[in-house]
């Protein structure tokens, strides 16, 4: 009964996210870390009381990397109170004074006062780190699911994710190719206009690709495994299973899913042909280049995305990720020990990249790079412990894995290592779930035999779920809203206030000086009017390479009849575009 309920609630989590915009939501996130995060604390007391000796027993060191991974993106998104303020590091220091000083002064002119002093968290974005805490706790919550899964029911799992990957690689296809979604999430979530169209239940075409790209290894692994069984029926549908998905990652026109397509497919079908049957696995692998390559030879629109790939440096995509990839790198050196916070990176790059595109960067399209960047050395050093762990687990099992599990999370395993060199696919809770449960597929249960090592085993569970309750109960719309641009334009003195003291360097700044002059001219202000181009000048400082930026302060200043700060202004504008050129006379003065 409890394999059943357990391998229930996985699957329910997922058709629940897949249904629900992959988890665009921090609400069904959550949601789903709770449940997953609960269930996995009943299968393992129940494990753990039922297997209980009286021997002293081995700490379970995989676990305690989960818990103390979880606790290390928790605790930097954590309030400190403003005596410790100074402790957060000179930088951090100095970012979060310029907010209590700026709201102060601001508030002298009739903005909103600050009613006590502020807490500022290490990270810098405070609502960004909690949603990556929620996706975090649902993909171990996932893992540790699926490793208390016996062999039968693993099995039964994969045959899930295959069926659901073919159906969203369906539907996706139908979406990218044949109805538009427009702004929408599955034709009826709306969604805010992006420059890139929503396929499926994801934003863009190379999430949607990379997530059946995924899940395409795995079919194929099933497909050996019912031949060896000589489920010959069985056999010919997964095999089914693997045609649709590999035909609408290609037809998703994604290069580096293609890529991680290819790779994960060569390494399923080599691993079956090295470690279970030659004839088998050479089958396979025939079939799936003769299968690839018409793909290729009837789609004039795959041929085409795919002879870039001859000559990648004169691309733009790879270009721009080249060029993303070094803005991200340059960011570590000031934030080096616990990084930027997650999802931080989008707040803090701007003030060190020397690029002046005008597009606003949110992610380094490379989670190794993000890794770094947002969680430093010691989320690094974790993450290479937990690696480590994890190999320790799966060499003290007391069975071996049945093959085809082997083979299919090593497959799927390859597509995401490919993956994530060009995207960043583990900060889409759908994925990150879905991954969690794969890595958990090759893991056992922990060794729990006394009661200090059960809480212990219990311990990641118990973080993911008090840590989304704490969440769901004092911020359960900041989370969401707190470094959203589209709310933080239309957003009102107070919550802006708040925004900036949830995130030091975003551009609430901005916002909180357009608001402050529209204000300052309506009543006459001019004391308001000078700090609306305060702040508009510190967002300038914070992206000193944003040219539209500097050409608006230009602009303030002129209408505040500050001529030689506006030609300031205006000098830098025109440094990074040569056709940029001072107004010739302000359209209005303000006060």
């Known amino acids: ?58 700490l379970p060191g995989l676990e305690i990397i989960l818990s103390l991974l979880l606790l290390f993106i928790l605790l930097t998104a954590l309030p400190l109170p403003p005596v410790l303020d100074p402790l957060a590091g000179s930088l951090r220091h100095e970012q979060n004074q310029a907010v209590v000083t700026a709201i102060h002064e601001a508030s002298r002119h009739g903005t909103p006062p600050l009613m006590e002093d502020p807490w500022f968290c290490l990270s810098r974005n405070r609502a960004g780190t909690l949603r990556f805490f929620l996706l975090l706790a649902a993909a171990i919550s996932a893992g540790m699911l699926t490793s208390s899964l016996q062999g039968p029911w693993r099995i039964g799992y994969l045959s ?3 069926l659901t990957g073919a159906v969203v690689g369906t539907m996706g296809y139908l979406s990218q190719w044949v109805i538009p979604q427009g702004d929408t999430i599955w034709w009826f ?80 079908t080599l691993i079956i042909a090295f470690r279970q049957s030659i004839r088998r696995g050479l089958l396979l692998l025939v079939l799936m280049g003769v299968g690839c390559g018409a793909l290729v030879a009837i789609s004039p629109a795959v041929r085409e995305r795919l002879s870039g790939i001859q000559n990648p440096t004169q691309l733009d995509s790879a270009k721009s990720r080249l060029n993303e990839w070094r803005e991200s790198l340059r960011v570590w050196p000031y934030y080096p020990v616990i990084g930027a916070g997650a999802n931080a990176l989008r707040m803090v790059y701007p003030q060190y990249r020397q690029t ?51 083979t299919a999370v090593s497959g799927a395993m390859t597509v995401i290592a490919i993956h994530c060199l060009f995207d960043f696919p583990a900060h ?18 922990p060794p729990a035999t006394t009661r200090s090592t059960r809480w212990l085993a219990l311990s990641p569970g118990m973080v993911a779920v008090i840590g989304t309750a704490l969440i769901a109960l004092f911020h359960p719309t900041d989370v969401r809203n707190m470094d959203d641009q589209q709310y933080l334009y ?55 390479q944003n040219y539209g930026l500097w050409y608006e302060v230009g602009k303030t200043r002129l209408a505040l009849k500050d001529t030689d700060r506006a030609n300031e202004a205006f000098r830098r504008a025109h440094a990074l575009r040569s056709w940029i050129t001072p107004p010739p006379n302000p359209r209005k003065t303000l006060p």
């Open 1 to 58: 009964m409890m394999a059943a309920a357990t391998l229930i609630t996985l699957l329910l989590s997922v058709l629940f996210l897949t249904v629900l915009g992959g988890g665009l939501f921090p609400s069904t996130v959550g949601i789903v870390a709770v449940i997953t995060g609960a269930m996995s604390c009943l299968v393992i007391a129940m494990s753990a009381r039922r297997n209980a000796t009286s021997s002293r027993g081995p």
């Open 160 to 162: 899930f994710l295959a």
């Open 189 to 268: 979530i709306p969604i805010p206009h992006a420059p890139t169209s929503s396929v499926g239940c994801f934003l863009n075409r190379n999430h949607f690709g990379g997530f059946v790209a995924m899940l395409c290894p795995i079919a194929i692994a099933l497909t050996s495994y019912a031949l060896f069984k000589r489920r010959w029926i069985s056999g010919i549908f997964y095999l089914a299973l693997t045609g649709v998905m590999a035909a609408t990652v290609f037809m998703s026109l994604s290069r580096g899913a293609m890529i991680g397509l290819c790779a994960g497919l060569a390494v399923t």
């Open 356 to 406: 002046s595109v005008s597009a606003r960067m949110t992610h380094a399209e490379n989670e190794y790079i993000q890794l770094i960047t947002e969680c430093g050395l010691i989320g690094v050093t974790l993450a290479g412990t937990l690696l480590w762990a994890m190999y320790r687990r799966i060499r003290q099992a007391n069975e071996p894995l049945p093959p085809v599990i082997i």
């Open 428 to 445: 889409l809770p759908l994925y990150a779930l879905v991954l969690g449960s794969l890595a958990g597929l090759l893991l056992t249960q």
């Open 490 to 544: 239309k957003a009102k003195y107070r919550e802006l206030n708040r925004a900036l003291i949830w995130a030091p360097t975003s551009p609430a700044w901005l916002f909180l000086g357009r608001a402050m002059l529209r204000e300052g001219a309506i009543v006459g202000n001019g004391g308001l009017c000078a700090e609306g181009e305060n702040f508009i000048s510190r967002a300038a400082a914070l992206d000193p």
